[in-house]
């Protein structure tokens, strides 16, 4: 069975792989259809979001497609920067200084946020089901480790006291909002799997 990522991340990509591996599928992703342009993203929620990639990409390629979205919601700013997370800036350097320019002088017991995650699973026939995850932390006074991607090296896990770029993926892949995401998705598709080959 094939199962298309509807995503063009290839750091997003290697983790996404690291938490579903073991499951008995083939995974094909955006790069290996490149007559899918960029998917623009109009919904007001990350649930919204996801739903409306995976029914189109599902729908191009007739393929069972799970997508996510995902972003940071940080409390001194009204929950921004949100779905608008990947917009916040230009890359991901610019959008980790922009959020520490913003809360320069918020002190640490207003520096918390929450990572948030929603997958979509779309099938073919129509079928869509949405799992989410998320993450409570805080952000750091300036950037700290060099693994993930995206807002890591700023958000500060408090269990461990460490940036999700410092912890490395194989131990954020225990504890973060996407992995709590798609470790429901794995659920379902494990299920689904088993279903078919009774």
């Known amino acids: 069975m094939q199962i298309v990522?509807?995503?063009r991340?290839?750091?997003?990509?290697?983790?996404i792989r690291e938490i579903l591996k073991r499951l008995d599928v083939e995974f094909l992703f955006l790069k290996d259809f490149p007559e899918i342009k960029e998917i623009e993203e109009k919904g007001k929620t990350f649930s919204e979001n996801a739903t409306l990639k995976a029914r189109k990409?599902?729908?191009?390629?007739?393929?069972?497609?799970?997508?996510?979205?995902?972003?940071?919601?940080?409390?001194?700013?009204?929950?921004?920067p949100g779905i608008y997370s990947a917009r916040f800036?230009?890359?991901?350097?610019e959008r980790n200084r922009k959020l520490l320019r913003l809360l320069k002088n918020v002190p640490a017991s207003k520096r918390g946020a929450t990572f948030r995650c929603a997958v979509a699973i779309a099938w073919p026939n129509g079928k869509i089901?949405?799992?989410?995850g998320k993450y409570q932390g805080k952000i750091a006074f300036k950037e700290r480790g060099k693994e993930g991607?995206?807002?890591?090296?700023?958000?500060?896990?408090?269990?461990?006291?460490k940036t999700f770029a410092e912890?490395?993926?194989?131990?954020?892949?225990?504890?973060?909002?996407?992995?709590?995401?798609?470790r429901k998705a794995k659920k379902l598709l494990k299920k689904m799997l088993h279903q078919d080959t009774r």
């Open 9 to 15: 991340n290839l750091k997003k990509v290697k983790e």
């Open 57 to 80: 990409v599902t729908h191009l390629t007739k393929k069972i497609t799970l997508a996510d979205d995902s972003g940071l919601e940080v409390d001194a700013l009204g929950g921004r």
């Open 149 to 161: 991607f995206g807002f890591d090296p700023v958000f500060i896990a408090p269990r461990y006291d």
């Open 5 to 7: 990522l509807a995503t």
């Open 167 to 182: 912890l490395g993926l194989k131990k954020k892949n225990r504890i973060s909002h996407r992995s709590q995401a798609f």
């Open 129 to 132: 089901r949405v799992l989410e």
């Open 89 to 93: 800036a230009r890359n991901d350097r």
